[in-house]
C-alpha cells in the first residue's frame, strides 16, 4: 500500500470513528482536545491491556513472515506515538522514532517503552489549544491541518488495535475487556 493510500484510508477511518465523538463535543475550547485525550486513553487502556495479556512467549509470533510480529506491532505503536506528533511540531526524545525498537523484543521492555510512549502523547496533547487545530503543517510531504494530524493519530491507534485484537485470539488470547 502506498503512503498516500494509507493516509487516504486513514484519515477515512478516522473520520468515521471520530463523528460521532466530535458531535458529541460541547464546543468550548477544551470539549475537542478533551474528546481527543478521551479516545488515546481508550485506545492506550486496551493496547495496553493486551500487551499484558499477551503470553511473553508469543512476542515474537508473527501471522506470516512478511508481516510485523507481535512486539513489532506494540512497538510500532509507540514509536508512531512520538512520530506522528512530529507533525505537530512536538520533538521526539532522545532515541524516539517511529521504527525504534525493532530489536526490542521482550514484554517487559516493550510494556515499558508502550507506557512511557502514551505518557508523552498525553503530556504534548496539553501542550495545544484549539487556535492551533488550524494550523497548516506539512504531513507526509501534504499540507494538512494540526486537527488531521490528530485525526491521523486515532486512526492509527485504532487500526493497530484491531491488528492486535486479530494477534491475541490467533494466539487464544481474549482481550481483557471483552471476557
Excluded: C
Excluded at 75 to 81: D, E, F, L, V
Aim: no cysteine; glycine share 6%; net charge neutral.
Amino acid at each position: 500500500m502506498t503512503t498516500k493510500m494509507y493516509v487516504f484510508f486513514s484519515l477515512l477511518a478516522t473520520l468515521l470513528l471520530t463523528s460521532v465523538t466530535l458531535a458529541q463535543s460541547t464546543g468550548k475550547n477544551s470539549g475537542f482536545f478533551s474528546d481527543v485525550n478521551n479516545d488515546f486513553s481508550e485506545s492506550q487502556q486496551k493496547i495496553i491491556s493486551l500487551a499484558e495479556a499477551i503470553p511473553a512467549d508469543k512476542y515474537t509470533w508473527r501471522p506470516a513472515d512478511s508481516v510485523r510480529s507481535v512486539s513489532e506491532v506494540f512497538m510500532h505503536i509507540a514509536g508512531s506515538n512520538y512520530f506522528l506528533m512530529s507533525f505537530a511540531g512536538i520533538k521526539a526524545p532522545e532515541g524516539a522514532s517511529e521504527n525504534m525498537g525493532k530489536d526490542i523484543t521482550q514484554k517487559d521492555a516493550v510494556l515499558k517503552a508502550l507506557k512511557s510512549s502514551f505518557d508523552d502523547l498525553h503530556k504534548n496533547l496539553k501542550t495545544l489549544n484549539e487556535s492551533d487545530l488550524d494550523k497548516q503543517v506539512k504531513m507526509f510531504g501534504q499540507d494538512t491541518s494540526l486537527r488531521n494530524v490528530l485525526f491521523t493519530e486515532m486512526g492509527h491507534l485504532h487500526e493497530h488495535l484491531g491488528q492486535l485484537i486479530a494477534y491475541a485470539r490467533m494466539n487464544g488470547v481474549v482481550p481483557p475487556w471483552s471476557k
